[in-house]
């Protein structure tokens, strides 16, 4: 089992519909969840962190955490094809980060 | 604010020459910096992170290696390239902490012949 897992896609969503992103992972230690959107041929970027059970919102984004289940998870409200990248999730372990392959978002106009 | 440079943008290799790519950060003191690979169409593997000057933490045994001769830059070397090197590589950092937000610097996109 890997340490963080992710559907690879792609997922594809209509413009304006809300993309549901998902990540689990398996240690049960690990404080902070992270997201990240990649551009082909750019960077990671960071969207957004969550330590904490439950919701946390910045503008068209909201994770979730679930710590009990084991999962965390990306909402992207009204997807633009601008948001059409890879979404990784990230776990930390100590001074390290554990990242999981990544999901392709297509958002088609 | 804080920023991440790495250079070069890019490199052509042939195979068996040696590798240096540079990571500096600034507006931060005493980050965690980290190197990380990512083959085309794949993940990221973290190869090497550093707490502090001179601290070298390998993930992967291979035939690359790490140095941090200042707080704020980060080497990534080889002395003979192989086929399987070629790949984005990424620099990060973080501030000391709990939280451990990482921020990737724009990467070097390195193909060895």
């Known amino acids: 089992q890997k340490e963080v897992e992710q559907n690879s896609g792609p997922l594809s969503v209509p413009e304006g519909a809300i993309a549901s992103l998902n990540c689990t992972y398996s240690?049960?230690?690990?404080?902070?969840f992270f997201w990240y959107r990649q551009y082909s041929g750019k960077s990671p970027e960071l969207i957004m962190f969550i330590y904490s059970n439950g919701d946390k919102e910045d503008g068209r984004f909201t994770a979730q955490l679930n710590k009990a289940s084991q999962y965390v998870s990306l909402l992207i409200r009204d997807s633009q094809p601008s948001d059409s990248a890879t979404y990784l999730c990230?776990?930390?372990?100590?001074?390290?980060?554990?990242f999981g392959a990544g999901t392709i978002l297509r958002v088609k106009s | 604010s804080q920023t991440i440079h790495q250079w070069p943008a890019t490199l052509v290799q042939p195979v068996g020459s040696p590798l240096s790519l540079e990571c500096t950060v600034e507006g931060t003191s005493n980050p965690n910096l980290y190197w990380y690979r990512q083959a085309a169409g794949r993940g990221l593997q973290l190869l090497f992170y550093s707490v502090g000057i001179g601290q070298i933490s390998s993930e992967v045994p291979q035939n690359l290696s790490a140095s941090r001769p200042q707080d704020r830059q980060f080497i990534l070397s080889s002395k003979k390239l192989l086929l399987s090197d070629s790949g984005f590589y990424l620099c990060?950092?973080?501030?000391?902490?709990?939280?451990?937000?990482?921020?990737f610097g724009p990467g070097t996109r390195l193909t060895v012949l």
């Open positions: 990060a950092w973080t501030e000391t902490g709990d939280i451990n937000e990482q921020f």
């Open positions: 240690d049960r230690g690990s404080q902070s």
């Open positions: 990230a776990v930390n372990r100590g001074n390290k980060l554990v």
